[in-house]
């Protein structure tokens, strides 16, 4: 069940956990573009959660070059993964590409929201930094439900 959004509080805590991955990972960066849609989960440790998924999300171009299939595989490809942690009962996605990879929101949102209502995890959230983003999730999210 896709649960909603969730508060900036929680997401703080997840950006600093994202934050000391993604530079332990920093020398592997340029190979993750050639990754897109890909997913792999791995322990977690030093936090109450048994696993983390990490995807590689496409850059955003043009929006030609296959990149909404790219963004909605990394989306489906991490929720693909309940199968190997079936004890996993949540599951929490930031908004994808929508930094540094320059997705346009409502694009990223609407691409998300169809793949998020997939999910079989029993909870199901997006976690965002900000009332504007959340505001542009929500709306895409209240046309699909």
């Excluded at 070059?65 to 989306?75: C, G, I, K, S, V």
């Excluded at 309940?82 to 691409?111: C, E, R």
């Amino acid at each position: 069940m896709l649960k909603g959004l969730i508060n900036r509080v929680f997401v703080a805590k997840a950006k600093v956990i994202s934050n000391r991955l993604s530079n332990s990972h920093a020398s592997k960066r340029g190979r993750l573009d050639n990754l897109a849609g890909q997913t792999v989960i791995t322990p977690i440790f030093k936090v109450s959660a048994k696993h983390e998924i990490h995807t590689a999300c496409p850059r955003y171009m043009d929006g030609l070059m296959r990149e909404p299939e790219q963004l909605w595989n990394a989306y489906n490809s991490a929720l693909a993964l309940h199968g190997q942690a079936p004890d996993a009962k949540n599951i929490a996605f930031v908004s994808m590409g929508t930094g540094i990879y320059k997705w346009p929101m409502g694009l990223a949102a609407d691409i998300a929201a169809k793949a998020l209502l997939t999910s079989t995890f029993y909870d199901t959230l997006m976690c965002v930094l900000d009332e504007k983003t959340r505001l542009t999730y929500q709306a895409v999210l209240d046309r699909y439900l």
